[in-house]
């Protein structure tokens, strides 16, 4: 950034709404510094929000999270207001309200009547357009998106939104702000759902289809995901914590807004959970069961064989598949015409396997070597599949301390197929312009808590791979759903890294 570096000392800013969110914004606005206008239409509540604040504020002191001088001074900056006129003088305001346009268009209308020219207008809105609410307003210039999330003390990211006719002095301005307030600031282009609930797509939907094609169940999923490629969560488990009755209808906006793009298609299932009221913890029942907002009694994603290990012999003979039996500790012999016979294919499913390479489909047992295998292996057959093959294979890697997860047959296994998905949309976003690619990687960490960001995990998985497993997914199953982005596609033919522009 060369334009504008840091707020100036003294800024001033208000924040209308004194919510959630709202009060959040004030927090961090004040921790950083900065005097901060607090306004709520509803009498009292803007003296309330400061109330509740300080005392939050006061619980950090007692945690030693800071100093006593330092909630003090953040306490003085905070002034509820009870007319909008008020706050004349402000720099910036940041509106917090709830999500409906015409009242976001008399805010702005209002605002525009109250502060100066100057003064930069930002929205925290995660689903209206910024462009649609600054087409009322005389200064479109000015007004911007400054998307946080839930809850703001916590969550480091905020998104600076930039419509068509936001100026590169008010995003260098909100950016500024941003840090001023302690957080890492991201510049996205204004479209469907931002930059993090589009992202976010990728990880759930495809959870959802997995689930759909009967590949494997909830718990095997989350277990997979939370096991072979370090998410916090599984994407069944984040959707219960999130509310199914938020993240269907976020689903829908994107999808719609993007034009029915197939990438961001959901499935009927996610909206029977919200028809049928199984909305995740906060209503006892989800993918999974909770009380008191903990799981109880999930079901096991783990294979217990019943059968004894034994010798395994190589569908293929590379020195990959080689290495991987011995990490797996499988013993590796001449096919007898009864033993389990391995592969580890890569995009495709153990049907497709079993014919390319000519070999008994009823014995092959496909092992997914992509992502981390120190904790669980997932095993896949082909419809019609021997299961006792599987259990010999499975009994050997448990001997080896690692937990097996045994699915159905599909192109990607499970942890493939999410991984390169949720790549893939990165990389698309990265084609269209949303937002630069460190920045897209920086938001999915901080905003979702990725481990990686989506172009981190391509750059991790390789970007040949992730490529050659969504044309795989493309070609078995001829849905235009796992269409490789552009991006993928050439920095994988052309062995650029990733990120190169």
């Not at 990728?202 to 009967?214: C, H, S």
Request: contains cysteine.
């Amino acid at each position: 950034m060369t334009g504008i570096e840091q707020v100036e000392k003294g800024t001033k800013i208000a924040v209308i709404g004194a919510g959630a969110m709202g009060q959040g914004i004030v927090q961090v606005s004040a921790q950083g510094g900065l005097q901060v206008y607090i306004f709520d239409r509803e009498e009292g509540s803007a003296e309330a929000a400061k109330a509740t604040i300080a005392k939050r504020l006061e619980r950090l002191v007692e945690k030693e999270r800071i100093s006593q001088e330092a909630c003090q001074q953040a306490i003085s900056l905070m002034q509820p207001v009870s007319k909008l006129e008020e706050i004349a003088d402000a720099d910036f305001v940041v509106e917090a309200v709830f999500e409906d346009l015409q009242v976001k268009h008399d805010i702005f209308m209002k605002l525009e009547n109250i502060v100066s020219e100057s003064c930069i207008l930002a929205s925290n809105t995660s689903s209206i357009p910024i462009a649609s609410i600054a087409s009322i307003c005389r200064h479109p210039s000015r007004i911007a998106g400054l998307h946080f999330f839930n809850p703001v003390p916590l969550m480091k990211l905020v998104e600076v939104i930039v419509a068509a006719a936001t100026s590169q002095k008010t995003t260098e301005a909100l950016v500024a702000l941003g840090k001023q307030m302690t957080r890492t600031p991201v510049v996205v282009k204004d479209s469907p759902g931002f930059l993090v609930n589009t992202g976010g797509r990728a990880f759930t939907t495809e959870g959802l289809a997995i689930y759909q094609d009967r590949v494997a169940t909830p718990e095997q999923i989350d277990a997979i995901m939370r096991d072979c490629y370090g998410f916090r969560m599984g994407p069944f488990e984040l959707m219960d914590l999130t509310g199914i009755d938020v993240n269907y209808p976020v689903s829908q906006i994107i999808y719609n807004g993007f034009m029915q793009d197939a990438r961001l298609r959901t499935t009927a299932n996610h909206k029977a959970m919200v028809d049928a009221g199984r909305l995740g913890r906060k209503a006892g029942q989800g993918w999974f069961s909770y009380e008191d907002g903990k799981m109880v009694n999930p079901p096991s994603p783990d294979f217990i064989p019943q059968s004894q290990a034994g010798p395994v012999a190589l569908a293929s003979n590379s020195p990959e598949l080689i290495s991987l039996c011995k990490e797996l500790g499988l013993e590796i012999s001449a096919d007898d015409g009864s033993c389990p016979l391995i592969a580890a294919p890569i995009g495709t499913d153990a049907s497709d396997t079993a014919v390319n390479l000519g070999v008994d489909a009823r014995r092959l047992v496909c092992i997914d070597s992509v992502g981390n295998l120190e904790k669980r292996v997932v095993l896949m057959m082909a419809p019609g599949g021997d299961k006792s093959a599987a259990q010999k294979v499975a009994a050997s890697i448990i001997s080896s301390g690692r937990a097996v997860t045994l699915i159905r047959d599909s192109a990607g296994f499970v942890g493939q197929r999410l991984a390169a998905m949720v790549a893939n949309l990165g990389c698309f976003m990265a084609d269209i312009g949303l937002a630069s690619p460190n920045d897209i990687d920086t938001a999915m960490r901080l905003g979702l808590n990725y481990p990686k960001g989506p172009l981190e995990l391509a750059d991790h998985l390789g970007a040949g791979t992730v490529f050659t497993i969504m044309q795989e997914m493309q070609r078995i199953s001829g849905d235009d759903r796992y269409r490789p982005s552009l991006w993928l596609r050439r920095h994988a033919q052309l062995n650029l890294t990733i990120w190169e522009e």
